[in-house]
């Protein structure tokens, strides 16, 4: 499939043709080539392939206001297709159907969106010593009633401290607004005051400079990160996905904490997406199947 990778623009009717053999950067490069001001929503890892993100479902950074990847492709008349439109055989094979054997994609139809060509970002760590356990537990309740605009996704692993040398957990709070820093600021002041973020804490970039940043990564050359179809850094790992329906407790988050801590530094890791907003309103909690991110 890789060979079936060709990506067209169209910026007037703000959609593209998408190749099933593309990966999510490289779609991202051509959309952001052809306006800086149009996106599409999809995953963080620009080594993705879009074939199966999509037909995965596809969560990323833009999940809260615009929905997942699949709800954003269109099909050949430009009609955006919900499960009554395309009738329950569809519905039932995109899903996941019977060994995906109804059909062979080889490239879909996207509908772009809207975004700022450039964003705030920012990136804190904060230790098991520094309230990490409170601040987890605090952000479950404000994170799905956000703006649709911000993003803010904890990633907990245990480390050795550069204060004690002794092995703690850190929780990262990697986050991204598609707005100024003053009004992150307000934003954050007002829901989420105990993470302490200040000005300096916060960097202005462009939209897609954010993918190669929320990894730790360098954002100079964005276009090579974007669309090397091997990934910068070799890494590999298992992974499970799990929805979680009623807040965690803080003392049960105190014991996954704890549990974490017993691994090697930076052996296991955990990551803490949060929906809410325009994705959870039109889907209804009877049909969430696990998606790809």
């Known amino acids: 499939m890789s ?3 060709s990506i067209s623009i169209d910026i007037k009717g703000r959609t593209a043709w998408v190749g099933a053999g593309a990966t999510v950067g490289e779609a991202y490069n051509s959309i952001y080539e052809a306006n800086s001001n149009l996106g599409f ?4 890892c620009p080594t993705v392939g879009i074939g199966g993100h999509i037909s995965g479902g596809g969560y990323g950074p833009l999940v809260r206001q615009f929905g997942l990847a699949t709800d954003n492709v269109i099909d050949a008349n430009g009609r955006v297709l919900d499960r009554k439109s395309m009738g329950e055989d569809l519905f039932w094979a995109i899903r996941g159907g019977d060994g995906a054997s109804f059909a062979v994609i080889l490239g879909y139809k996207l509908k772009l969106v809207e975004i700022p060509e450039k964003v705030t970002a920012f990136s804190i760590n904060r230790t098991w010593e520094q309230n990490a356990t409170q601040l987890l537990y ?3 309740y404000i994170a799905p009633k956000l703006p649709l605009n911000l993003v803010i996704t904890p990633q907990i692993v245990s480390i050795n401290s550069n204060q004690t040398g002794k092995r703690t957990v850190q929780v990262t709070f990697v986050s991204v607004f598609r707005g100024k820093v003053d009004e992150l600021l ?3 002041n007002q829901q989420f005051p105990e993470l302490g973020l200040k000005k300096e804490d916060c960097t202005e970039m462009l939209w897609i400079q954010y993918f190669a940043y929320a990894g730790g990564l360098p ?3 964005i276009k090579e990160f974007l669309t090397s179809r091997v990934s910068s850094t070799k890494l590999y790992y298992n992974a499970k996905s799990d929805f ?3 807040p965690i407790p803080e003392k049960e988050i105190e014991e996954i904490l704890r549990k974490l801590n017993e691994l090697p530094p930076f052996v296991g890791m955990l990551e803490w997406n949060h929906f809410g907003g ?3 309103e039109t889907i209804p909690e009877s049909s969430l199947i ?3 991110s």
Not at 41 to 44: E, F, L, M, R, V
Request: charged letters at 15%; proline letters at 4%.
């Open 219 to 221: 954002t100079s050359n």
């Open 138 to 140: 605090k952000w479950q």
């Open 3 to 5: 060979n079936f990778r």
């Open 244 to 246: 979680v329906k009623e």
């Open 290 to 292: 696990c998606f790809v």
């Open 41 to 44: 929503p999809a995953a963080y």
């Open 186 to 188: 307000s934003i954050m």
């Open 278 to 280: 325009g994705v959870m």
